[in-house]
Structures are given as structure tokens and as C-alpha cells.
């Protein structure tokens, strides 16, 4: 039998451009592109027949009434997990789809069977990865059970450029405080929202993250792989809450701040004004505990923040002041490294505006549960400023043209090696870029095992750069070229399949060390690599 490993394809030039880039050639396996036709010199067989057997990767065993899919031909398997389509005439990728299953062991990372009609030379073997499962009893300090509690999985995803926490499932527990929830296979942890007083309870419920984001902590994650179920028993805490009034400065009096309020382990409560007292207060009830009040009013143009700290120990609370004060409006400007012009090959291709770097600063204390963190550039009236909410952050770019970022400076701090830190007060004299087109060239071979394959190739800068990670893709023969690439020091990696993990992170990184190559880059000049290919059973342990 002609078995089709999951995520292999056809051939690809190699290109330097993001993460979020190489994988959209993938798109096809949620339906969004038409089939592909044979490539140009390649004589079309004609009608062809596509036969092939959908197989649970973790039990071998055949899947039946999974639908499957390729162009227009639609059929769900039989009990032996078989398909056939007849009259098939074009190249196309075959998508299955089947509750409780996946066609990736990796849900960030796309993956397609792609089916080429001159080269069908026996029925196809299309495997797809059924979810795990985590189960969970919440129960309270008493050991009764708390019903009506929402779960959810979070796992990291990471974009190319930054990651964050996305929800992956979620659950509902019931009366005996059960919950079960589905998920990919992955890496995970389980969060709660804050759940104040009601009819049936004088206490609240406060939030939690399991497992526990402790620097001893053996793990901050929950590890699954296909089909594996684990269990957890969860004991939120419960404390009685409290009024807390607040009186309002700086704001219009009609003004309603959304504000928030974490407590000393990092949990967060998202809170609502319950009345106004007077003009220029509001009141909050919040349980015992020490809390750091974070407030916004206003939107991008006109952003404020207060931050205060508050502890609440059996009363009301009175006399808590929050001032607010503007958000920092930080302009961008950019100039060309004076010595472009007369170092590099393409001097003459047109610098770049700061729209066209894809820059954005992500916030280093961002809400996991509010999204990314991230702060967007805004350009207006010929003008480019990020409104930068007070806190810590990184600047990051995109950019996926010949043109790089070869210093960014905010004041006296150098943004490539250091945070920015957003103040009241902040702003001055704004962050200026100076952008380079001096390149260098990488060029060489990837391989799996003894053959020349195709492969996800990752450069991972190991010198200062706001973008850390360059992705290409090799030639089905193996081969690659980039003449687009920023001087500096790389660790080189080549992937069976794409996945869309942070690989400039030691930890993430590490179990692929001993295949990353390292390389010099150097304005002018070539630099040779051989990569041996991380096979997909590697990928996925």
C-alpha cells in the first residue's frame, strides 16, 4: 500500500518570508483554495481513480464514517475506513473531517495530504489524531462540590513573531463539580474566572491557573498527546467580599472606568462599578485579599490609566484614590543606514515606510484572557505613534522585505536588546529605526536521513534583531538559497513539517539542538549549511 505521511508536499521555491507566510500555501486543507493543476511540462494521465483508508493514528485501527474530501468529490468512509473517487482530473489535497479528531497532532500547524493525478500509484493511507481529554472535579475547601464553574484549556501559540494564549476547549461542571473537556494534543493549562456571591453561595469563587505558575513548579504545563485523558482535582478558594469605595481623579465626572484588580499569586478579577456614591466615585466589592488595582477610561486617541494598591481584610474599604493619567503617545520615525548606499547590491530598491516593517509592541504582563497584549502602530495625518498603555514591552517587526531593522533606539535605550517601558510621562523624542538592505546570502542542503528532501527551514538569530526567526522552505531536491538575509549569527533548523513553535526560545528549542546548525552571515558574502531533517515522529513524541 502507497502510504502519504501527513504534511508532505510538493515542490516549493524557497523564500524568506514569516511563519504565518510558509504555512498559508497549506490553506487548502480547510477548503479555501481550488485544486491545484499539474505543473507546467507534466503530461495529465486523464480521469484517475483515488483510493485510500482513513486510520486512527494512536490504535491503527480503521475510522469509519469520517467524510472525506478532494475538489468536489465527497465520501464518507465505510466500516473499513475506505474511500474511493472516480473520474478525479485534477491535483488537490483530501481533507477529512471527523468529530473527536484532527488531521495535525499539532492544531496550530497546518497540515494537507496533497494528491498529484501523475503520480497515484496505489490507494492512499490518510491518518488523523484523535483529541485527548481532560477531566476535572472542582471542589471547594469543604470538599463540596462547585457547579456552574467554566473551564478553560489554554495552550501558547506562537505567530512567527510573539506568542500568546489562546483557548484550545472548555467545560461546565456539573452538580457533582465534573467537567470534561476535549482538546488537541498539546501542551495546556486550565484557568477559571472569578465568580462573586449569588442566591446560593455568600462567598466568592476565586480564579485559578493549574498547573500552579510557580518558580517550582516541575512543569507550567499540562502535557497530552493523542488520545491520552488525564484527570486534576481543583480547590478553588472561597472568601467573603467586601465594598470598596473609590474616589475618581482626573476623569469627567460621567466618566466609568473598566477596571481590574490582580491579586498577589497573578490571578486577575475583572470588576463593574456597582453604583456611584457621588459625582467622582465608585464603588467595588472585591474579597479579603491584596490586590493591584489597574484602571482605563478613554479609547486610542485619548487613553488614561490609574493604578493603585488595595488590601481588604473583613470591612468595607473607604478612601482608595485612583488618579488617572494619559497614556504615552510615542512617535516612530525612520531613517536609511548612511552606509546602504555604497555597501550594498540593492541600493536602489525604495526604503521602506514604518507601516511596511509590521512593527508592534507586545506587552510583556499581558492579560492571558484579554488576547495577545499587543500595542498595533497607528499612522495618521503623516504621522506614525504607538499609544502605549503604562507597562513593560518588546518591540517586535514582521517585516518580510529586503529591508531590515538594524537599530531601533527609544531614548538611551537600545530596543533590541532591551524593554521598553511605558510611563506617565513618557513620550519625548520617540523611537527611531534606521533600516539597512546590506545582505548576505545562505545557501545548502536538507536531507532526511541519507535522501535529499524538502523541508521547513528556521533561522534563528542568535544576535539582537526584532525579528528573530526567519522561515524558508527547500526544494523537493533538498536545496535552498536566500540572498535576502540580515548580517549576523544563526542557529539553522529543518523541519519534516512546519510547526509553529517559538524556536528562539532555549527551553522550546532544546530538544532540537543537536540538529541546528550554526552560521555566520555576513553582508556580501555566502554561507553553506547541511541540515538534517527532524522527521515527523520527532516532531511529535
Known sequence: MFSVRVGRSTHVPAASVPIWLSLLGLICLFGLC??????????????????????????????PR???????????????????????????????????????????????????????????????????????QLTGPDGEPLQGVSLTAQRVLFDGSTSRWVTAGAGLTDSHGNARIPVPAGDYRLTTRYIPPNNDRIEGILPLIAPAQTSTSSSPFIHLHSGEETHLDLHPQLRHTYPVNLRIEGLPLQSTPNIVAVSEDGSRINLFAERSLAPGTQRITLPNGTYTLNARAGDQ???????????????????????????PSIPVSISVDPTTATTSDNSSATPPSVNQLGLFLQNLQADPESGSGQVSLVTRNGGSFFTVPFGTYRLKARSGNQWYIKSAT??????LQNELVSAPGAGGAGIRLVVSNDSGTVQGTTSLGSTAAGAWIYMVSTTPSLTPIISMRSRDDGSFSNSRIPPGSYRVLALEQPRQIDFSDPAVAAPFSARMQSTTVEVGMKSSVSLDIVPFAELYP
Open 301 to 327: 486617541d485619548a487613553l488614561e490609566m490609574a493604578e493603585t494598591n488595595v488590601t481588604v481584610s473583613n470591612a468595607e474599604l473607604s478612601g482608595v484614590v485612583l488618579n488617572f493619567m494619559p497614556v
Open 34 to 63: 481550488r485544486p491545484v493543476s499539474a505543473q507546467s511540462g507534466q503530461t495529465n494521465p486523464g480521469p484517475v481513480t483515488v483510493s485510500g483508508q482513513v486510520i486512527n493514528s494512536t490504535s491503527g485501527q480503521p475510522v
Open 66 to 136: 469520517a467524510l472525506v474530501r478532494l475538489g468536489e468529490h465527497v465520501q464518507m468512509t465505510n466500516y473499513e475506513g475506505r474511500f474511493e473517487f472516480a473520474q478525479v482530473t485534477d491535483n488537490g489535497t483530501i481533507q477529512v473531517t471527523k468529530p473527536g479528531f484532527s488531521m495535525s497532532p499539532d492544531p496550530s500547524s497546518s497540515t494537507a495530504v496533497y494528491i498529484r493525478t501523475d503520480q497515484i500509484t496505489g490507494p492512499v493511507t490518510v491518518r488523523i489524531y484523535p483529541e485527548a481529554l481532560i477531566t476535572v
Open 410 to 415: 527609544y531614548g538611551n535605550t537600545d530596543l
